[in-house]
Nanobody, 123 residues
Framework: QVQPVESGGGLVQAGDSLSVSCAAS????????VGWFRQAPGQEREFVAA???????YYADSVKGRFTISTDNAKNTVYLQMNSLKPEDTAVYYC?????????????????WGQGTQVTVSS
C-alpha cells in the first residue's frame, strides 16, 4: 500500500521560508513523478510543483523563483522549499504520486495522495 505522508507545515510570517516534506513506503520516488498541490479555503486544489524521476522539475507560475522541489533518494523523500512566502500561499499542501504519464499539473493523473499539511502565512 502506497501512502504519502506530508510533514513540516506551520505558521510563518510573510517573507519567511518553510520546507515541507513528503515520504512514502511502497514506492520509490525516483522512478515516478511526485507532485505538490495546495488548496486554500473556499478554493479548488491547484498544482504547485512536480518532480519527475528526480530530474525533471515543474512549477506553477505563482511560485516559480520562490519554491524549489527536490528529492533525497536515500531517504525516499521529496521536499518543497518555500521562500519569500506570501499570505496567498496559505493553504493545505498535498503530496501526490503519479505512476504513469499524463499532464503533470493535472491532479487526475496522480494515483496516491497524502492527507495534507497546513501552511499558514500571516501578513
Amino acid at each position: 500500500q502506497v501512502q504519502p505522508v506530508e510533514s513540516g507545515g506551520g505558521l510563518v510570517q510573510a517573507g519567511d521560508s518553510l520546507s515541507v516534506s513528503c515520504a512514502a513506503s511502497g514506492v520509490t520516488f525516483s522512478r515516478y513523478t511526485v507532485g505538490w498541490f495546495r488548496q486554500a479555503p473556499g478554493q479548488e486544489r491547484e498544482f504547485v510543483a512536480a518532480i519527475g524521476w528526480s530530474v525533471d522539475k515543474y512549477y506553477a507560475d505563482s511560485v516559480k523563483g520562490r519554491f524549489t522541489i527536490s528529492t533525497d533518494n536515500a531517504k525516499n523523500t521529496v521536499y518543497l522549499q518555500m521562500n519569500s512566502l506570501k499570505p496567498e500561499d496559505t493553504a493545505v499542501y498535498y503530496c501526490a504520486v503519479r505512476l504513469g504519464g499524463g499532464t503533470y499539473y493535472s491532479e487526475s493523473t496522480y494515483h496516491y495522495w497524502g492527507q495534507g499539511t497546513q501552511v499558514t502565512v500571516s501578513s
